[in-house]
């Protein structure tokens, strides 16, 4: 498709955000875990080998073992060094998947289920309301878990508990979220139907953490949706590409006998976000998230963007065993993703959750409201490699969309294309 056409497609769906626009908003629904070895034994082992038969959902090719992909004239080839047992690349805006491999195959995700819990969890607690840790709240977190460091007796906000989830992984913020949630068991529970909700049908939960579990299981594909969904909240893309904060500690008593409580720097493992020795800060990264468990290897599901471009990569357990792997091989995944858009056909889509048609009505004018259209056209700016100063990053990617459209029928219907308001940038 010519670029013209393609700038008319994409500004005429921002224009018709008005009355087609998505937002996942309203309730319904570290980084990699810090040590390597977060499970003190596998309990389960994951045969290196996919099932004959897998999922279909998102199109027959998804349920095929090995790579698919259809290159069109201009695109250029996979990479040849990728060696994770199953990897998606998808167009995080229009759902399209541009190439995927064993996308369906149901896999133990580690922290990336981190995404389901906190989209679903995330809604339902004001970020600032506090939370005194009771020692119950902290029960039964897993031998080896990496931790943020929440004290038992310590008044914490909700907010410091989110930046301990998405920057640390930590799963006794976890834990500390799920008491308020009713507990684990129903924190548990709310996932598994918000997974069956974003039709996330390989994933069964067992533990919110994302710790090694027995029949703990996801998949590229399912862990793909929960990213875009949890994109479509404000303060999950805030969280998700903060890359250091602030952390309270633990209150101590000076000579005179005065409180005081000191706090620590916590910085996010995410390091296409942050860099390493080993690998850059990745251009345009904005997120999400990361894990890594004895029985699952390594995981990772990012977003970045390009040119007005929005990228989801979803990398699972890399058999090739060097430093910070998934990081190299989703990178090489983003920078094909970014050069294919356009010249590939799409091998299949990620599904909107139950209950939503994908196919809008032209003309449709909702029912009540102003009908202005709050939507910016402005294009997201790419990443700058220059790291962030202590607050972490800044806001990116300007709001191309905003509210559900109800029909004179009473049926939400929106349009196929999922814009992500204010996806993050980095910024000096």
């Known amino acids: 498709m010519p670029a013209t056409k393609k ?8 224009t018709s955000a008005t009355l087609l626009a998505l937002s996942l908003t309203a309730p319904v ?3 990699a875990d810090a040590s390597p070895t977060a499970t003190a034994t596998p309990t389960t082992t994951p045969s290196a080998t996919p099932p004959a038969n897998m999922s ?9 073992a090995g790579t698919q992909v259809s290159l069109g004239a201009g695109a250029p080839v996979l990479p ?11 167009d995080a805006e229009s759902g399209d998947i541009l190439a995927a491999h064993n996308a369906h195959w149901r896999l133990p995700p580690a922290s990336t289920l981190k995404m389901l819990f906190a989209d679903t969890l995330l809604p339902k607690f004001p970020a600032s309301t506090e939370h005194k840790v009771a020692s119950s709240d902290l029960a039964g977190i897993g031998a080896g878990s990496s931790m943020v460091g929440i004290k038992e007796d310590e008044t914490y906000t909700v907010h410091d508990l989110w930046l301990g989830v998405f920057l ?11 008491a308020m949630n009713e507990g684990v068991d129903q924190t548990v529970k709310d996932m598994q139907a918000h997974a069956e909700e974003l039709q996330a049908l390989d994933t069964h939960v067992v533990s919110p953490d994302g710790y090694d579990a027995k029949g703990q299981v996801s998949s590229a594909y399912d862990l793909t949706l929960f990213a875009r969904s949890g994109l479509q909240k404000k303060d999950f893309r805030e969280y998700c590409s903060t890359v250091r904060a602030k952390f309270p500690g633990e209150t101590t008593k000076n000579k005179k006998g005065k409180k005081t409580r000191e706090s620590f720097e916590i910085q996010n493992t995410n390091r296409l976000l942050t860099g390493d020795s080993d690998v850059s800060t990745y251009q345009g990264i904005a997120g999400v998230k990361n894990g890594n468990t004895t029985n699952a290897g390594a995981t990772f599901t990012g977003v970045a963007e390009r040119d007005g471009k929005v990228l989801l ?9 060097e430093h910070n792997e998934v990081y190299k091989e989703t990178a090489r995944l983003f920078d094909w993703g970014f050069k294919a858009a356009g010249k590939v056909q799409p091998v299949g889509e990620l599904v909107p959750p139950k209950g939503v048609e994908t196919s809008a009505q032209a003309g449709a004018k909702p029912s009540g409201g102003s009908g202005k259209d709050n939507a910016s056209t402005k294009p997201v700016a790419a990443a700058s490699a220059a790291q962030g100063g202590s607050s972490g990053i800044g806001i990116a990617l300007a709001i191309t969309g905003g509210v559900l459209v109800l029909l004179a029928a009473g049926a939400f219907l929106i349009n196929r294309r999922w814009p992500l308001p204010d996806l993050m940038r980095r910024r000096r």
């Open 29 to 31: 629904p570290a980084f």
């Open 7 to 14: 700038t008319v497609k994409r500004s005429l769906l921002v």
């Open 168 to 178: 640390r992984s930590g799963n006794d913020a976890v834990h500390v979220l799920s």
């Open 56 to 64: 279909t959902v998102g199109g027959e090719r998804l349920g095929e």
């Open 80 to 90: 040849k060094d990728l060696t994770a047992r199953s990897w998606i690349v998808s």
């Open 313 to 321: 990569v979803t990398v699972m357990n890399p058999e090739k065993n």
